[in-house]
């Protein structure tokens, strides 16, 4: 049983800002496919909604572990790495519909040590669902500061799963080789 944070959904209201968020993604990203629209999205998330770590990952070795295919990481992008999802957030965010910590998110997780090191305080996270509606990874983003109300720029993304995931299961056939255990 996974324990998630009341959130009062209905206080979340859109807002010119998070409007104009989106509309730039959508225009942003219009012209990218495959793993340039992955990393431009994870780009996205980090400089345009100002989030520390912005990751979309894949799910390997019979869903324990995940790893990164787009890893946006204080303003820019890294290189890729497997992590286990046992004792993180990920784990939810692949087993429901989506997954938001506004705020002590390393009390939630004292095992996960990436948390803990990286001084981690909020996150959420969305799971990538093919067109047979099998859940194969994660978008997420992270931050080091907890997340207020105003977080419905997060919760809107939403909208934009559909063409993330069609282009992440685009991706997914060519990273299947470089994942392989």
């Known amino acids: 049983m996974f324990l998630t944070p009341l959130v009062d959904w ?23 496919s495959g793993q340039d629209y992955l990393d431009k999205f994870t780009e996205f998330m980090g400089s345009e909604l100002n989030v520390d770590i912005a990751t979309i990952a894949f799910l390997t070795d019979e ?9 946006w990481w204080d303003g820019k992008h890294v290189e890729n790495f497997k992590y286990p999802i046992d004792k993180a957030p990920c784990a939810e965010s692949v087993s429901k519909e989506f997954c938001l ?4 998110l390393q009390s939630h997780f004292p095992e996960d040590e990436f948390l ?3 001084q981690l305080n909020s996150y959420i996270g969305f799971p990538l669902i093919d067109a047979d509606g099998e859940v194969f990874g994660v978008v997420n983003a992270a931050n080091r500061y907890d997340v207020e109300q105003d977080c419905e720029q997060f919760v809107s993304m939403k909208q934009m799963l559909t063409k993330l995931c069609a282009e992440a ?6 990273w299947s080789a470089h994942l392989a255990p």
Do not use: F, I
């Open 101 to 104: 910590y506004q705020s002590m």
């Open 10 to 32: 209905g206080l979340m209201k859109e807002t010119g800002k998070s409007a104009h968020a989106l509309a730039k993604l959508g225009e942003d990203l219009a012209r990218y």
């Open 169 to 174: 299961a685009l991706c997914r056939q060519h």
């Open 116 to 118: 803990v090191q990286e």
């Open 63 to 71: 869903g324990e572990n995940l790893h990164t295919v787009s890893l």
